[in-house]
């Protein structure tokens, strides 16, 4: 069987299939035992109930965008009930009071309420049995994804979708490939995806239903293509897949430090994790241009200490030798957020107390953090970037914290460089001022363009709005980049942008030298700078800044740079 879906993060793979779905479930999950304490069990619960709830908010959005608002409403009453305080105090309770784990907590609930529900002499009332029934199942798959079941380097794995931080514990799993039904291609699974090599397939509608465990997988996520169980009449396109896969093996291309005509430039990685800093040494980067330390909390119980964060910044430092080393601070918040985590759940998660505003409330996760890169910085030059800037006062009172956590005397300078990260339009728009507060800027314009556009990074339905081509990004981000220049301090381009090696000469022409990009996109971006000739883009930044529309720009990128 051929399936075709989307690439999200490029490459090949063989494998079994291995499918992240629960068959009995109600009895399956009452027979789990409890995994740690009642506050363990509750945070799993909580974050589960929330990954359920926005699955179901997404459902019902996308069958009202196709018109059929009557099922939408199906899914946000599902919504609704699980967010109502009643069925979480019940679950509570059996978690606190019993001993319960989440899964037999939520499983006893509903089986409660459902006999409640079915007592009943209203019928209207007797048809919520069902409905209980389908989003305890729901919750139980949302848990059963972050069980310890463990994947394997044969295995893809097949999921309705996946959350980063489930995405962060198959790949130190060491899976080969993954299949999902839905995932946006600016998400942070996305991202993660890109920078572990992992590659993987989205937009298969039932993927769970049509791909049994166990069945042989070969992925092609460069082209979208999923071969199931290959047929005989199937063997050509496998053989295909099979020499693909063994020639994209060997592929590397090593980073130049000029463009063709002598232009100097930079390509730094981008990691999730210490693994993927071995990238560095491989394709003689000139660095790690962003470690997004948030995901070191994923895979893990509890917060990181400052021993913890300290082993895993120093495997980095080793990976990187001399090269360039930019660590940002953790940016929690969003859909990035441990299983654990006592932090607060905003209305707008994306608008909320997140980045470097959780920061400044919670020294106890600042405070190991910043001690633990200060102690690096004093073996080797450290950036630390601040994720989320958006105020000059927000800058200042970071500064603060930071001194006051590196416990230094009046007078004494920080031991690490100090860069904010420009991802929110307020930030980008001051950026002369806030410039002379640091000592570099990078860039994310992941983030940048979801708030200057509006349009949610991770939301399927607004990817086409989602767009860095739109002239109010490109001009903002040139603006960006010139103030820096003129101040004479470094700017990185650190979203996925950068690594589209189609827009390398845009990017070139716009005035970006530095790009910091995931793994996965090294090799043709490496290549897209090697034959870049900067004088003869330079002159298409006028041509570029001066359109008023999106498709006017990529009719220009499509005349100009391709
Ligand atoms: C960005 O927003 O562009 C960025 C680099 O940060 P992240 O993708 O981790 O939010
Ligand atoms: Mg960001």
């Given amino acids: 069987m051929l399936l075709h879906g989307k690439s999200i993060s490029p490459g090949v793979a063989h494998g079994t299939a291995y499918v992240l779905d629960v068959g009995e479930w109600l009895s399956a999950a009452l027979a789990v035992k409890a995994s740690g304490s009642a506050e363990r069990e509750l945070g799993r619960f909580d974050l589960a109930a929330m990954r359920?709830?926005?699955?179901?908010e997404r459902v019902s959005r996308q069958l009202k965008h196709q018109g059929r608002g009557d099922d939408a409403d199906i899914f946000g009453a599902h919504a609704l009930m699980l967010s109502n305080t009643d069925f979480r105090q019940r679950v509570l309770s059996r978690i606190r009071d019993h001993g319960a784990s989440s899964e037999a907590a939520v499983a006893t609930v509903v089986a409660e309420l459902q006999d409640t529900f079915k007592a009943s002499p209203q019928p209207f009332i007797q048809d919520k049995a069902a409905d209980i029934l389908d989003i305890g199942r729901r919750v139980i798959l949302c848990l059963s994804n972050e069980n310890d079941r463990e994947a394997h380097s044969s295995q893809i794995v097949v999921a309705p979708s996946l959350m980063p931080s489930?995405?962060?514990r198959l790949a130190h799993q060491g899976i080969a490939g993954v299949v999902t039904e839905s995932c946006s291609m600016k998400s942070h699974t996305a991202i993660l995806a890109r920078g572990f090599g992992v590659p993987f397939v989205t937009g298969i509608a039932d993927a769970v239903s049509l791909i049994t465990n166990g069945a042989t997988v070969l992925l092609d996520a460069t082209t979208g293509r999923v071969l199931v169980n290959p047929r005989d009449s199937e063997r050509r396109l496998e053989n295909e897949l099979r020499q693909h896969i063994a020639k994209t093996a060997a592929l590397?291309?090593?980073?130049?430090?000029?463009?063709a005509d002598g232009v100097p430039v930079k390509l730094l990685l981008n990691i999730s994790d210490p693994l993927e800093s071995r990238a560095v040494g491989q394709f003689s980067l000139a660095g790690v241009g962003l470690f997004r330390t948030e995901f070191l909390y994923m895979d893990r119980p509890t917060w990181l200490n400052e021993e913890d964060s300290f082993a895993a910044y120093q495997s980095v430092a080793g990976s990187v030798g001399t090269g360039e080393l930019h660590i940002r601070l953790a940016d929690f918040g969003a859909e990035k957020c441990p299983a654990y985590a006592d932090i607060p759940v905003n209305k707008n998660p994306s608008l909320g107390i997140r980045g470097v505003r959780l920061l400044l409330d919670r020294e106890d996760i600042l405070r190991p953090q910043v001690r633990a890169i200060a102690r690096v910085a004093q073996q080797r030059p450290v950036t630390v970037l601040i994720p989320m800037i958006d105020t000059l006062d927000t800058l200042q009172a970071i500064r603060g914290k930071l001194v006051d956590a590196c416990d230094l005397a009046p007078g004494e300078s920080l031991p690490f460089k100090l860069a904010a990260m420009i991802e929110v339009p307020a930030a980008a728009m001051m950026i002369d001022e806030l410039i002379e507060y640091v000592d570099a800027v990078s860039i994310g314009l992941n983030d940048l363009t979801q708030?200057?556009?509006?349009?949610?990074?991770?939301?399927?339905?607004c990817e086409r709005y989602h767009d860095a081509l739109q002239p109010a990004v490109l001009r903002l981000l040139h603006q960006v980049v010139t103030a820096?220049?003129?101040a004479g301090k470094p700017v990185t381009l650190c979203g996925e942008l950068a690594g589209d090696a189609s827009l390398?000469?845009?990017l070139l022409a716009l005035g970006v030298r530095r790009f910091s990009v995931s793994r996965s996109h090294v090799p043709l971006v490496a290549k897209a700078l090697r034959q870049a000739d900067v004088a003869q883009l330079t002159p298409f930044a006028a041509e570029l800044l001066a359109q008023r529309r999106g498709q006017d720009v990529r009719a220009v990128v499509a005349n100009r740079f391709q």
């Fill in 52 to 56: 359920a709830i926005s699955q179901l």
């Fill in 166 to 168: 489930e995405f962060v």
């Fill in 252 to 259: 590397t291309e090593p980073a130049p430090a000029t463009t």
């Fill in 451 to 461: 708030y200057l556009l509006a349009a949610d990074r991770d939301d399927e339905l």
């Fill in 484 to 486: 820096a220049d003129a």
């Fill in 504 to 506: 390398t000469g845009v």
